[in-house]
């Protein structure tokens, strides 16, 4: 059974928000739902990080690695999204050392008193969420009027009652669809550039010793051309890192890849978790 962290946007107790969340998370499921509490962390700040991070970071960011996927529910504040909860999202995406957020499945949900459902807001969960890394199950929910729709904690809205139960559904399949194995996952050791035409990994003098040469041929599709690894830094496995951070990053960005690289169509093989991505 998959467990899954729910992010709640408004730290309101009576929050139409958390109403939401504890509506959804009760729906017939296969999944494990459990809160995490993001109120008690300081505000992010990058030099905390230098010696030990402040212990309320350390078990939030603990907390998220227990979870195989995450659920937010959000309301929208001033056409974005809360500060907590990004105060909470820039918490965790800070690799200690390693990423928490990187390839983890992501649902979500947004509502409003008005007709829109906080449609401003889950466009820039989205975006917030895609950057990171995480793999965003591609819909949009977005409950207007929930002051009406979920009075009482309860759901008034047959429709929307309807269209909910097949979501959690999909959230499962989504989740079930994207858990990796421990090897795919991308190790950040090495920083990374990245321009329309090549990725490379860098070593901590910013030279390059590995690059895919990439091809755009348009808004949708990038071809991959040719996998290079530095000749001294060979047998360390950077090919399948730096393909791995391209699969990342062109997922992150709702893309496609094809490939003319032999290895890259190896790597295709033996990674069939990214076959929705490569086209043939």
């Given amino acids: 059974m998959a467990k899954?962290?729910?992010l709640i946007g408004s730290l309101s107790k009576n929050s139409y928000s958390r109403k939401v969340a504890d509506y959804f998370t009760n729906l017939p499921s296969n999944l494990e739902f459990v809160?995490?509490?993001?109120?008690?962390?300081?505000?992010?700040?990058?030099d905390l990080e230098k010696n030990n991070p402040p212990i309320e970071w350390q078990a939030f960011r603990k907390a998220t690695d227990s979870v195989d996927a995450l659920l937010i529910v959000t309301q929208e504040y001033n056409y974005s999204i809360p500060g907590g909860l990004k105060n909470a999202l820039d918490v965790l995406s800070v690799p200690s050392p390693n990423q928490h957020l990187m390839g983890k499945p992501v649902l979500a949900i947004t509502d409003s008193a008005g007709e829109k459902g906080?449609?401003?807001a889950n466009a820039h969960i989205h975006q917030v969420l895609r950057y990171l890394?995480?793999?965003?199950?591609?819909?949009t929910i977005a409950i207007g009027n929930v002051q009406s729709v979920f009075k009482n904690g309860e759901n008034h809205d047959a429709n929307l009652a309807k269209r909910l139960i097949q979501d959690v559904k999909d959230f499962e399949s989504f989740i079930n669809e994207s858990q990796l194995p421990h090897q795919a996952c991308i190790d950040m050791g090495h920083e990374f550039s990245y321009s329309p035409n090549e990725l490379a990994l860098l070593d901590d003098n910013g030279d390059?010793?590995?690059k895919i040469i990439l091809n755009n041929v348009d808004e949708k599709t990038v071809v991959i051309e040719e996998v290079k690894v530095n000749q001294n830094y060979r047998g360390q496995g950077l090919a399948n890192k730096i393909m791995t951070t391209l699969m990342w990053l062109v997922e992150?960005?709702?893309?496609?890849?094809?490939?003319?690289?032999?290895f890259?169509?190896?790597?295709?093989k033996a990674h069939p978790q990214f076959q929705n991505i490569f086209l043939n």
């Fill in 264 to 268: 890259a169509k190896s790597y295709l």
């Fill in 133 to 139: 890394g995480m793999r965003v199950m591609n819909c």
């Fill in 208 to 210: 390059k010793i590995a």
């Fill in 252 to 262: 992150g960005a709702d893309r496609q890849v094809k490939a003319n690289c032999p």
């Fill in 35 to 46: 809160e995490l509490n993001y109120t008690i962390l300081p505000f992010y700040n990058p």
């Fill in 4 to 6: 899954v962290g729910v």
């Fill in 118 to 120: 906080g449609i401003i």
